[in-house]
């Protein structure tokens, strides 16, 4: 019986998987080197969060690819190129459910915290009515 390396190494000869390779942007444009200072080249082979793309992405041979990631790199060190970029996107949580006690406690405390507020103002009012004002004069 085969082992499981062989089979798998027979069965990829027998149907190759037919795809059309990726072109570099760097046979497209014929460019024979690639300098750190082309920032517009280099960004192309650099996602949206500034990350490196790999080979089978960006369509480079293992040469192309060792350029690309160099040049990348000392750009970054000359500060031509960001290291990371930051994506601010909010993402809204929907309110969670079946949890009904956090939302019985949320409203309790809400209702603790305005009947609280409503006893300062109606001891506010009532001291300043019962208690006689430092402005008025003592009757004699």
Do not use: H, W
């Not at 350029?67 to 290291?83: G, H, T, W």
């Not at 994506?87 to 309790?108: F, K, L, M």
């Amino acid at each position: 019986m085969a082992s499981k390396k062989n089979r798998a190494r027979a069965s990829k000869e027998t149907s190759p998987r037919k795809y059309k390779k990726k072109t570099s942007a760097l046979i497209t444009e014929k460019v024979e080197y690639v300098d750190y200072k082309n920032v517009d080249l280099l960004s192309r082979f650099m996602s949206d969060r500034a990350k490196i793309r790999n080979r089978r992405v960006s369509g480079n041979d293992v040469q192309q690819q060792r350029e690309v990631a160099s040049a990348i790199k000392i750009a970054r060190e000359m500060a031509l190129l960001p290291y990371a970029k930051r994506v601010s996107t909010q993402r809204t949580r929907p309110p969670r459910e079946g949890r009904p006690g956090r939302d019985r406690d949320a409203e309790a405390r809400a209702e603790a915290a305005g009947a609280v507020g409503d006893e300062l103002e109606d001891t506010a009012a009532t001291e300043g009515a019962e208690a006689p004002g430092v402005d008025e004069p003592a009757e004699a």
